[in-house]
């Protein structure tokens, strides 16, 4: 292209360029703005609070189970994530296979928040779970729970903010912690 050689041709020229760039960078979007990291929750006492209404829940999903109808599962599997989630749909699943019910209702007698961490995302809490009138049968009706098994259980759980959601993402047993409510 030859730019042309009088002083308003070229300024002619410049104003052009100068309003095609203006209406090119018009039609480019602007970058969203990066979001700042925010805690998922204002107070460790929020955090706490949450944890113990995703663990309510979980526990009411969980006495809601009907083995043999696999939809049930979900409301537990919502409520869970990582290692938690998985053994809980292994469980699930061999309980379907195997024909095991569950009967009775397991509690939970005490909820206390360990820590907060990570921006309040990851919370630790000491639960308490009494599974005296809870257990398991097979088809014929007979337990399939081990006789010794203890009526309360002490759980060290971890929740993980995972998309703006609370989930249980581990629960371990804790012998060293007491279920005194």
Request: one cysteine or more; a negative charge; aromatic letters at 6%.
């Amino acid at each position: 292209m030859t730019l042309p050689r009088s002083k308003t041709s070229r300024i002619r020229m410049l104003a052009l360029l100068t309003l095609a760039a203006t209406a090119l960078s018009a039609c480019t979007p602007t970058p969203e703005p990066t979001p700042t990291p925010t805690a998922a929750f204002a107070s460790e006492e929020e955090a706490f609070a949450a944890a113990e209404e995703v663990y309510r829940a979980y526990n009411d999903a969980l006495n809601a189970v009907d083995t043999s109808d696999p939809v049930t599962f979900e409301p537990v599997f919502a409520l869970s994530s990582g290692d938690f989630e998985a053994a809980d749909r292994k469980s699930f699943s061999e309980l379907h296979a195997e024909n095991y019910e569950l009967r009775g209702e397991t509690r939970m007698i005490l909820f206390e928040g360990v820590k907060a961490e990570k921006g309040l995302s990851k919370v630790t809490a000491l639960v308490c779970l009494d599974v005296s009138d809870s257990g398991v049968v097979d088809e014929n009706g007979a337990s399939v729970v081990p006789a010794d098994r203890p009526d309360i259980n002490a759980l060290r759980v971890i929740f993980m903010v995972s998309d703006g959601e609370l989930l249980i993402d581990r629960a371990d047993r804790d012998e060293a912690s007491s279920c005194v409510s």
